[in-house]
């Protein structure tokens, strides 16, 4: 488990998220390439375009990456977002709480994670409660 420190959030709240091994194997690969493109300290995706080379990847080109490899798999409604949503549904499907749901992802209100949620043909129990 990762602990996502309150100072690095949207809205300040601090959380902690599985991290397995295989993402441990892939994190390690990508740093000992990171490590050929800067040896700064910063953030963690670089560009690797011959304009920015070594520069911070922007949330703008992350989108336009995302969107391209989207569009090449044939699934036009993927998004950066789409996997936070899958990532909520996932749990709700395996019996996790709404309540855990909602801490997980760091909402403050169950009502934020609702949106989350798709759960084809169901409601999910007591929607209209929130934290």
């Known amino acids: ?3 996502v420190r309150a100072e ?3 809205n300040r709240l601090e959380r ?3 991290y397995s091994a295989p993402t441990g194997v892939l994190l390690a690969d990508y740093l000992r390439h990171r490590s050929r493109l800067s040896q700064a300290r910063g953030p963690l995706l670089l560009s690797e375009s011959r ?10 080109t992350w989108s336009k990456v995302v969107r ?15 996997t936070r949503h899958l990532c909520l549904t996932d749990l ?18 169950t009502d934020s994670t609702l949106q ?7 409601r ?3 929607a209209a409660v929130s934290s």
Do not use: C, D
């Open 124 to 126: 999910w129990p007591h």
């Open 51 to 60: 304009r920015n080379t070594g520069q911070p990847v922007t949330l703008w």
């Open 8 to 10: 690095t959030t949207k």
């Open 16 to 18: 902690t998220v599985p």
């Open 1 to 3: 488990m990762l602990r």
């Open 92 to 109: 709700a499907r395996m019996g996790w709480e709404i309540h855990a749901i909602a801490t997980f992802a760091g909402h403050r209100h």
């Open 68 to 82: 391209r490899a989207a569009l090449a798999a044939g699934l036009s409604r993927f998004s950066t977002h789409a």
């Open 116 to 122: 989350y949620i798709h759960l084809a043909g169901r």
